[in-house]
């Protein structure tokens, strides 16, 4: 990760070493995966397998949208047999 993708401001960033992330949804998925921003230091999470937060990257992201595109396709089907 580039320093320009880090938050200006130390006190924030320091805070969320200190007291954790301030956690707000960014995006929540019908598959019931949900995707965090920190208020403070704008860290991107996501959910693992296990249901603990962790760090948000690309790759995930795709996860969750192919995930969420599946269980749409099955719901489709399930509705219209
Ligand atoms: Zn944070």
Same mark, same amino acid.
């Given at each position: 990760?580039?320093?320009?993708?880090?938050?200006?401001? @130390?006190?924030?960033?320091?805070?969320?070493?200190?007291?954790?992330?301030?956690?707000?949804?960014?995006?929540?998925?019908?598959?019931?995966?949900?995707?965090?921003?920190?208020?403070?230091?704008?860290?991107?999470?996501?959910?693992?397998?296990?249901?603990?937060?962790?760090?948000?990257? @690309?790759?995930?992201?795709?996860?969750?949208?192919?995930?969420?595109?599946?269980?749409?396709?099955?719901?489709?089907?399930?509705?219209?047999?």
């Amino acid at each position: 990760m580039s320093i320009k993708a880090q938050t200006k401001n @130390p006190f924030k960033r320091l805070q969320c070493k200190l007291f954790g992330h301030r956690y707000a949804i960014l995006r929540s998925y019908q598959t019931n995966k949900k995707e965090y921003e920190c208020s403070h230091c704008q860290k991107q999470f996501t959910e693992n397998d296990f249901g603990e937060l962790e760090a948000l990257t @690309p790759k995930l992201r795709r996860i969750n949208e192919v995930m969420e595109k599946f269980y749409v396709f099955k719901n489709a089907r399930r509705r219209s047999a």
